[in-house]
């Protein structure tokens, strides 16, 4: 096939790549902002320009051909090939300018993130920025993300890991709840306490502590369960009970007085603590303007 019969099937191979990845024409028609039918149509004129059925289609599902396979696997090259173009473009840029798409973690983005990133939009006056907020693992490739922000001992491997800083669990109560009910002493005591839980699966009823060698497990139940960590510290303010924070959720009302730390000279495990990290997709070409949002939260979260 020759150059000027190629060129026009260049956007025909994307939507092709974008199908498979999104997993339906659907899927792919919202991710790309389209009619659903202008997806069908344009795999319909790639497979007829290659004399090739590509996917097999019912009402119900999709799956390649064996055709499809390896078209799609070179479909997907050339997709990170103009990535890479793109990237080479941006990254020898003096100034920092451009779209960039963030995902990171709701407590983290509310507590922590936003007055650094909105500092950063105001340094940065020629950058459009994109923040999506979820606790559920973001795909960087996948979800077209180009930095994400999470708190893991477990970096993604394979996507550059910068170090932003760290968080811990405490587990806090207000003055006016322990002195009604006296200071706890030891995990076990908890299990007779109101404890507000997380409550995303039956593990967060389960509170973990450690002390040199010794670990100790609690079941801990209460009389409020939510995964919303602002919620549970206004409930905890009010004296309704004990709970467990991400220290950047609690850092003001514990200075302040108006919480006070449980069982401190116990560590805590669970999930939304460790090392808080920036991570994106390796390349040869990274964009000034990621680089420049990961050196700027570097600076002012460390």
């Known amino acids: 096939m020759d150059t000027n019969r190629l060129i026009p099937l260049l956007s025909e191979m994307a939507v092709f790549a974008s199908v498979v990845e999104a997993g339906g024409f659907s899927a792919a028609a919202q991710k790309l902002g389209v009619a659903p039918s202008s997806i069908s149509r344009s795999v319909t004129r790639l497979e007829n320009a290659l004399q090739e059925k590509l996917l097999e289609r019912t009402t119900r599902q999709m799956r390649l051909t064996a055709s499809g ?58 950058i459009s920025l994109q923040l999506k907020v979820a606790d559920h693992y973001i795909d960087p490739i996948g979800d077209e993300v180009d930095v994400i922000i999470h708190i893991t001992e477990q970096p993604v491997q394979g996507l550059v890991a910068r170090s932003l800083g760290q968080c811990r669990l405490l587990l806090c109560a207000s003055p006016e709840y322990l002195q009604r009910h006296g200071t706890v002493t030891a995990p076990q005591e908890l299990s007779e306490r109101n404890c507000l839980c997380l409550g995303e699966n039956p593990r967060d009823r389960v509170w ?16 409020l369960t939510v995964n919303h960590s602002e919620i549970r510290r206004e409930a905890v303010l009010r004296g309704f009970g004990i709970s467990l924070f991400p220290e950047f959720v609690v850092r003001e009302n514990l200075a302040s007085g108006q919480l006070v730390p449980v069982l401190a000279d116990w560590q805590l495990g669970g999930r939304y603590q460790g090392t808080i990290w920036a991570q994106y997709a390796q390349s040869k070409y990274i964009p000034n303007q990621i680089k420049a949002l990961v050196d700027y939260l570097q600076q002012r979260m460390h």
């Open 208 to 223: 973990d502590f450690y002390q040199a060698e010794q670990k100790v497990s609690v079941n801990v139940r209460g009389s």
């Open 69 to 126: 396979q390896q078209v799609y696997l070179l479909c997907s090259d050339m997709m990170s090939a103009a990535k890479l173009a793109v990237s080479a473009a941006q990254s020898e840029k003096d100034q920092v300018s451009g779209m960039l798409r963030i995902a990171a973690p709701k407590a983290l983005s509310r507590q922590v993130l936003t007055p650094v990133l909105l500092n950063f939009i105001e340094d940065f006056p020629k």
